[in-house]
Every structure is written in C-alpha cells, then in structure tokens.
C-alpha cells in the first residue's frame, strides 16, 4: 500500500522559507510521477510542482523562481524548497503520485490524474 507522508510545514513571515519533504512507504517511487498540491480555504487544489519519471518538473507559473522541487532516492523522499513566500502561499500542502503517468499527463498536475495522496501539512504565511 503506497502511503505519502509530509512534514516540514509551519508558520513563516513573508519572505521567508520552508522546506517541504514527502516520505512514500510501500514502494521505491524511482520513475515515477509524484507532484505537490496545496489548497487554501475555499478554493481548489491546484499543482505546485510535478516531477516525471524522465526528470522533467513542471510549475505552476506563479511560483516559478521561488519553488523547487527535488527528490532524494537514498531515503524515497520528495521535496519542495519555497523561498520568497507570500502571504497568498497559505495552504494546506500535498504530495502525490501515480507510477503511470506519462512525462506530458504528469507536468499538467491535474489532481484528478493522481491516486495515492499524504495527509497534508499546513503551511501559514503571515
């Protein structure tokens, strides 16, 4: 059973930073589609970042410069770097993935594509 786990969230003053890590149990994600998502109140889930199985990454436009997404294959984690946060980046923040994505269908991070999915970690900009 593949199980995300995030961690790293918190609260930050704008203009700072965090580091997002997501730990995935169950398998060993190398080529695979994993993506971050994040949903504020009373809004849809959008992506982050995606990262496919041939080391493309994708994101979203507003954040590009300030995001970064990586993964780490020795311990099977997968990470987001956010510098430069706004007020506007408060969000609960999601890992996900879904090892049969093509590069195209993972870089259009449509949540809808992706099947396994962490419980989130909140991240609050202030």
């Given at each position: 059973h593949v199980q995300p786990v995030e961690s790293g969230g918190g609260s930050v003053q704008a203009g700072?930073?965090?580091?997002?890590?997501?730990?995935?149990?169950g398998y060993t994600y190398s080529?695979?589609?994993?993506?971050?998502?994040?949903?504020?109140?009373?809004?849809?889930?959008?992506?982050?970042?995606?990262?496919?199985?041939?080391?493309?990454?994708?994101?979203?436009?507003?954040?590009k410069g300030r995001f970064s997404?990586?993964?780490?294959?020795?311990?099977?984690?997968?990470?987001?770097?956010?510098?430069s946060l706004k007020v506007e980046d408060t969000?609960?923040?999601?890992?996900?993935?879904?090892?049969?994505?093509?590069?195209?269908t993972c870089g259009r991070r449509l949540p809808v594509a992706f099947g396994y999915w962490g419980q989130g970690t909140q991240v609050t900009v202030s």
């Amino acid at each position: 059973h593949v199980q995300p786990v995030e961690s790293g969230g918190g609260s930050v003053q704008a203009g700072g930073s965090l580091r997002l890590s997501c730990a995935f149990s169950g398998y060993t994600y190398s080529g695979h589609c994993m993506g971050w998502f994040r949903q504020a109140p009373g809004k849809e889930r959008e992506g982050v970042a995606s990262l496919a199985s041939d080391g493309s990454s994708i994101y979203a436009n507003s954040l590009k410069g300030r995001f970064s997404i990586s993964k780490d294959n020795a311990r099977n984690w997968l990470d987001l770097q956010m510098d430069s946060l706004k007020v506007e980046d408060t969000a609960m923040y999601y890992c996900a993935t879904n090892p049969n994505l093509d590069s195209l269908t993972c870089g259009r991070r449509l949540p809808v594509a992706f099947g396994y999915w962490g419980q989130g970690t909140q991240v609050t900009v202030s």
